[in-house]
């Protein structure tokens, strides 16, 4: 008998030579169709022989299942739906761009460098459109894709790779015909969604019923985070790479040989691409790409003025925050004019009562506005806006349009808006808190529990599709929901009997709704509106508690210990939670079998390594010590408290010691910083 074989080499060994080499022609022919559609947007065949020969492959690895690497082209979509994303560090930090919409500030850079550079040398730049999308960072191991991680906080992010190999601009393995691969590559791209395609997606969602995306880059953005490849691959998305973040076994001297390279291992990169000697060429093309910016079909939101020489770019370094020596060069948000046809009153789920002006609809940057937001009674009475007026507006990115300021008043202008005493939607009195009106009743107004049904669905929150603006209205009007609980009682029957629904959306709907009853915790306490919640403090929670039944009961002293959480987030949270009413709607919900999901608390598997404040002279810059600090899992600080670990004590250290010593908190030198910083797993590299 023979002994038992490991299965793959078992297998491989029956592959027999021709089918090895046919499958390898078939892969080779099948990327480089794909890279001459997708990328370069010339085919030389139809999609008819294009499938023809994916099938072939098909039929070949079916038959040798062994031939099957994960870069093969059948390979793009086939993971199973995932619970979660791992975190993982980048390759190297993930850095910020500085940014700047003043011509005088791209001047003020210019003469930086010029004085870093040195008399006598004249900077060279690279100017890119800056993509307006989701940045990703792609990681290559002998030119196989071996991962795809979202920016996150710059140092680490979400291993996405199940994802971004769906997208086919993405090579799986990279094209090495121009110029091989090199061992380790890591290059930063953009995620995009055009906006033909972003235009169509959100049709659909809209005839479904749910809210529609507000911009390319957060529908690109929502693609990436999908648990489910199979619909990430359903998006339509692209990647545009720019940035050789690490190399190993290549070198370039430039940023324009790296965009090269890039481009010949099989990337889209930006298009118009320029290289430039000064800062009036640097204008000319601001001012060329504003122009066209209505005619293509992704956004940009500016330019992105780089250096070219790789040298000078190390000798001018970077910030925690950003390089020094690149830029982006911002245009002014899209402005229009058009006229306010009725101001009208908005009641969110907070109580808080917003004026919003209704517009004679306008096209703003290719989206139709016919509504803008006034923000409040003292913002209206500042730029003295009345109905009839010819006004100003603006759109930045996807934020809600505004009204800037009046153009022409109306003729016969009305006196001037006042704020309604009385809340429209339920008649409480209302009140006011600085320059906002709020409607108190949390728990009576239709309004606010419209604005709480809608936030408890929402796409960051439990994500319940189907339950949009318009069916948050219909259930609430007709008295089908009373409190968010009541969500988990609908019947298809009653929905089938509200306009708009039919057998089957109104059993999708339903279907929706029961399938959120497992949530993860920081989505469910997101979907909860608590004030000072939004998702990133929700995932702190989650994390740091790990069951809902802890935050519940999590005092003001125990949230306070927690980096981020001030008193007065401290005090809201909690008194949210003592809130009796609150207390009853999450109870009721709790009833209905809702069971988010529970983790070991972070205080017990990982020891929090404390805040960390530097002071005097160190042998290394102050951002590289405490980044070295943050990177093992520590915290840091500009000032010393009772709270503070330890302090790391420089050359002629000042106040900051002195404060230390007082307070007793732990004094250390810099090489005993370096000690601690190695038993957690760092370390930090002292130039001589
Ligand atoms: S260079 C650290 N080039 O804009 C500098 N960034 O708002 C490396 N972005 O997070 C970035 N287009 O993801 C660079 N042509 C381009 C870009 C670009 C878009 C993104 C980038 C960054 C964001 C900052």
Known sequence: MTPPQPADQSRRASVPSHAAKEHARLCEQLNRHSHLYHVDARPEISDAEYDDLYRELQALEREHPALVRPDSPTQRVGEEPQDKFETVGHVVPMLSLDSTQEAEEVARFDERVRKALGAGIDPVYVLEPKLDGASIELVYEDGVLARAVTRGNGRSGEDVTANIRTIPTVPLRLRSEERSAPSVLSLRGEVMMYISDFQDFNAGLVEAGSEPYASPRNSAAGAVRQLDPGVTASRKLHVVAYDVLFVDGATFATDSEGVRAIREWGFMVPERVETVRSSEAIMAYHRAFADVRDDLDYEIDGIVIK?????????????????????AYKFPPRQEVTRIDKIDVQVGRTGVLTPVALLLPVVVGGVTVSRATLHNREELRRKDLREG????????GDVIPQVVEVV?????????FEMPTECPACGSAVYEDGPRTICPNRFGCPAQLKGRIIHFGARHALDIEGLGEETANLLVDRGLVTALAGLFELTAEQLMALEGFAEKSATALVDAIQAKKQPDLDRFLTALGIPEVGVTVARELAAHFGSFARIRVATREELETMSGFGPRMSEVITAFFADERNGAAIDALLAHGITPTESEPRSSDLPDLGTAVFTGTLPVARVVAESAWRGVGGNTSGSVSKKTAFVVAGENAGSKLEKAQKLGVEVLDFDAFVARLREHGGDIEVEA
């Open 408 to 416: 022409e008043p109306g003729d016969d202008r009305p006196p001037p």
């Open 389 to 396: 007026d010819t006004v100003r507006i603006q759109r930045a």
């Open 307 to 327: 250096l070219d020489d790789l040298a000078a770019r190390a000798a001018m370094g970077s910030t925690s925050h950003h390089p020094r020596w690149a830029l």
